[in-house]
């Protein structure tokens, strides 16, 4: 990484590799394009910087928006409304008109009250609301337990013993337009098997539907999940898409014309982001050596939130030795560590600190703890 490009930018800050990030939408592109039903709506939730989210809108992908806030950014950095869907296990009155308003392609519903609040709001506008159901398939990811979400023991979806007499009470209803099925088990997702799964359990859940005389639904949705690889971003700084998009075109069974949808999120922007950061003090006691940084979990949470790991590199020390560091920032707050017993090229004052595959759920997931003033992110 060369600092030459940023040393004036005051750290700390989000550093985006455009080179990476358009890398990664072309293989997406070509990939998933193997098969011509195949579409990609961002799940902007992982990054929402507008730069970024201009360069995805430019290549031609939708998005996948859980607020209507990430609506109106989505709309305002070129994504097409037609290309926007609406997911989220709560959604207002306001986000339901807005997104209505705006023209979006449908919403992903999680519960039949909420099918009856978008009908009545769109009857009210004088317009027809399209929606798909998220179920939940009781499919389990094998990651973090705090990023698992097709459980049934998780809030997220409509059981599956559910999905039938939700799907007739919404094409019972006047102003809804039942158009597909909707799923995502969780993140940071490395082993296809949990996607074989979730694609054969889509398998039974359509021909349950057909079963019931619903018939064939327009989408099949199988949201997002595929995760990175937080340890070696440099051998792997692209996921492995040609496998992730070929364990669905070979596991789903898709009846004529339907259209395949995918949300994938920290895969698309994961590895083209580092958190900069500088050191401030290297301070040693009689077990520890801490570097401590001008960056802490206001800056980048995931370690304290999940556990995660992301790898750290002294990107200035022109030291050939090395030595073991807790790396952590200068928040008020015992958690605020970001990784411990860490070797680094030996240490100092004024060093920069680079946290890799910092691009998802990052500059996102910041917050003003101690009055401090939110990263910003460049595209460079
Ligand atoms: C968060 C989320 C995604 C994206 O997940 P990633 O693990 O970042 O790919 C997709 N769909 C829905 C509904 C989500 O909430």
């Known amino acids: 990484m060369k600092t030459d490009k940023f040393r004036e930018i005051p ?19 070509e990939e998933m394009g193997k098969a011509d039903n195949c579409h990609l709506h961002y799940a902007v939730k992982a990054n929402t910087n507008a730069d970024v989210l201009k360069v995805i809108a430019q290549y031609g992908f939708g998005a996948d928006c859980v607020s209507g806030w990430e609506i109106e950014s989505c709309v305002k950095a070129g994504f097409e409304p037609h290309k926007i869907v609406f997911a989220g296990v709560a959604k207002s009155d306001w986000e339901i008109q807005l997104a209505l308003e705006v023209g979006i392609d449908h919403f992903n519903v999680e519960s039949v009250q909420e099918l009856e609040v978008i009908d009545e709001i769109a009857g009210r506008m004088g317009v027809e609301a399209r929606v798909a159901l998220r179920i939940n398939p009781n499919v389990g990811a094998h990651t973090h337990a705090n990023i698992t979400t097709g459980l049934a023991e998780n809030k997220f979806g409509i059981d599956i013993v559910d999905m039938v007499p939700t799907a007739r009470e919404a094409m019972a209803m006047e ?12 993140s940071q997702i490395t082993e296809m098997d949990d996607f074989e799964a979730l694609a054969a359990k889509i398998n039974e859940l359509q021909d349950q539907l057909e079963a019931a005389g619903i018939g064939t639904l327009e989408n099949i949705n199988v949201g997002g999940g595929l995760g990175i690889d937080y340890y070696n971003p440099d051998e792997n700084p692209i996921p492995d898409f040609a496998n992730y998009f070929k364990t669905y075109r070979e596991g ?3 009846r004529k014309g339907q259209r395949l949808h995918f949300e994938l999120g920290r895969a698309v922007v994961g590895q083209m982001g580092s958190l900069i950061a500088k050191v401030i003090y290297v301070k040693t006691n009689k077990i520890k050596k801490f570097a401590i940084l001008d960056a802490g979990f206001t800056d980048l949470i995931r370690p304290a939130l999940y556990g995660a790991y992301h790898k750290v590199e002294n990107i200035t020390s022109e030291s050939g030795e090395t030595d073991k560091y807790d790396v952590v920032g200068p928040i008020c707050e015992s958690t605020d560590v970001f990784v411990k017993d860490y070797e680094l090229p030996t240490t100092k004052r004024g060093d920069y600190i680079a946290f890799r595959s910092a691009g998802a759920y990052g500059e996102i997931m910041a917050s003003g703890y101690n009055c401090r003033p939110l990263p910003k992110g460049y595209l460079l």
């Open 11 to 29: 750290t700390p800050f989000y550093y985006y590799d455009r080179e990476l990030l358009e890398k990664t939408l072309t293989v997406i592109k």
């Open 175 to 186: 102003h809804v337009r039942l158009v597909g099925l909707h799923f995502h088990i969780g």
């Open 252 to 254: 789903l069974r898709l």
